[in-house]
């Protein structure tokens, strides 16, 4: 399908689309492997850190997903038939609602952050933080596989 757009925008546009991806899932590895140790100031504001890289590589894929779906690619009709696209985008949806705990949990630690303290957090909050993100890490994991499916033609409804 001819896109009207220039080979280089839309390979430019996968290539932002899969760095958007490879920063979510080191993101979440990153605040996986610091919330397993003891919290400290340096920690806590590592995990902050990774937080927004993750809330900015994720608008960053979205956007770039739906400009590949509607202009970049196989056209939005295709994608709104394929069964893995959908799959996908819901799973995003998921994974998107799974980290909202976890960031509000986070941003809730600013006050103390900036008073130079470790964050109060209790174990069980920590264990529930760690599960949600690991979920997430696997939801991703998933889309990973709907993604090669639906760029192959896999399970086109219709
Ligand atoms: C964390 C979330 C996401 C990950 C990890 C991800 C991953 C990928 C990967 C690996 C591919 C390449 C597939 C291949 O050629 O084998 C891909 C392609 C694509 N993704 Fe995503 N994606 C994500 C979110 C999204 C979202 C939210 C949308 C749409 C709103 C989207 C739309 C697309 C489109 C249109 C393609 C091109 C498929 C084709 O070649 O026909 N992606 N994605």
Redesign the pocket.
């Known amino acids: 399908m001819s896109t009207g757009f220039s080979v280089t925008t839309v390979a430019f546009a996968?290539f932002v689309?899969?760095a958007?991806?490879f920063a979510?899932?080191a993101a979440l590895a990153v605040e996986l492997a610091l919330l397993r140790g003891p919290l400290t100031v340096e920690s806590a504001r590592r995990i902050q850190r990774a937080d927004l890289a993750y809330g900015i590589a994720?608008a960053a894929?979205?956007a770039?997903?739906?400009f590949?779906?509607f202009y970049?690619?196989?056209g939005s009709a295709?994608?709104f038939h394929s069964a893995p696209?959908i799959a996908?985008?819901s799973l995003?949806a998921a994974?998107g609602l799974a980290s909202i705990y976890p960031t509000l949990e986070f941003l809730s630690w600013g006050k103390a952050l900036r008073q130079d303290r470790v964050p109060d957090v209790t174990a069980h909050k920590m264990g529930v933080m760690r599960s949600l993100i690991h979920w997430e890490l696997v939801g991703?994991l998933v889309?990973?596989l709907c993604?090669?499916l639906?760029?192959?033609g896999v399970a086109v409804l219709g």
Do not use: N
């Open positions: 996968a689309h899969h958007a991806a979510i899932v994720a894929i979205l770039v997903g739906f590949r779906v970049f690619e196989k295709y994608y696209f996908k985008v995003f994974v991703l889309m990973l993604a090669a639906m760029a192959r």
